[in-house]
C-alpha cells in the first residue's frame, strides 16, 4: 500500500459520517484544466474548507449571485463565501453537481450545474447553479457565476424529480 493511500484511508477514517459519504475525489486537489473540472474545484474547495483553492478557481474580478425564488437579486457574495468556505471542516458541507451540461467556444464557457448540498451531514438546499468561465492562460476560471434555490421543503427528491424530467 502506497503513501497516498494510507493517507486518503486516514482522512477518511477522521471524516465524519455524512462526508464519508461523499466521493472519493472531493479530496483531490484543484484540477482547472476543463470548464468543468474548474466548476467540481470549486465544490471540491467548500467540501476540503479551503479557501485558497477558492481564491484559485474564482478570477480575481469575478462575482457570484444568487436569485431567490422571489426574483430578487442578491448582490455580489463571493467574498462572503469564501470567507465561510474558510471556517468549514473538511466534509462539513457537501454540494453535490448532476446533469451538468457545458457550452463552449474557444476560451469561454458557460456551465449549468444542478446541485443538493447537505451541511453537517443534513440536507440543506438544491437548486442550480449557472457559472461562466474564461481560459486565462492553460486554467479555466470561473469569471460570473449564479445560483437559485429551490424551496427548502422540496429538496429530498430534488434531484430525481429533475433527473426524471429528462433535463441533462
Known amino acids: 500500500m502506497t503513501l497516498k493511500y494510507i493517507t486518503a484511508a486516514l482522512i477518511a477514517w477522521s471524516l465524519p459520517a455524512a462526508a464519508q459519504d461523499a466521493p472519493d475525489e472531493m479530496l483531490a486537489p484543484v484540477d482547472l484544466s476543463t470548464p468543468e473540472a474548474a466548476v467540481h474545484s470549486m465544490m471540491r474547495a467548500m467540501y476540503q474548507g479551503d479557501a485558497d483553492m477558492v481564491d484559485q ?6 462575482v457570484l449571485r444568487r436569485v431567490t425564488s422571489y426574483g430578487e437579486l442578491r448582490p455580489d457574495g463571493l467574498q462572503r463565501w469564501r470567507d465561510w468556505v474558510g471556517t468549514l471542516a473538511v466534509g462539513q458541507a457537501y454540494e453535490e453537481l448532476f446533469a451538468v451540461e457545458t457550452q463552449q467556444q474557444g476560451p469561454l464557457a458557460t456551465v449549468w450545474a444542478p446541485f443538493v448540498i447537505t451541511y453537517q451531514g443534513e440536507l440543506t438546499g438544491c437548486g442550480v447553479n449557472t457559472l461562466t468561465l ?17 424551496p427548502s421543503e ?6 430525481a424529480r429533475y433527473l426524471k424530467r429528462g433535463v441533462g
Do not use: L
Open 154 to 159: 422540496t429538496c429530498a427528491g430534488f434531484k
Open 134 to 150: 474564461a481560459q486565462v492562460g492553460a486554467d479555466w476560471q470561473v469569471v460570473y457565476g449564479m445560483d437559485t434555490g429551490a
Open 57 to 62: 478557481v474564482f478570477h480575481d474580478s469575478a
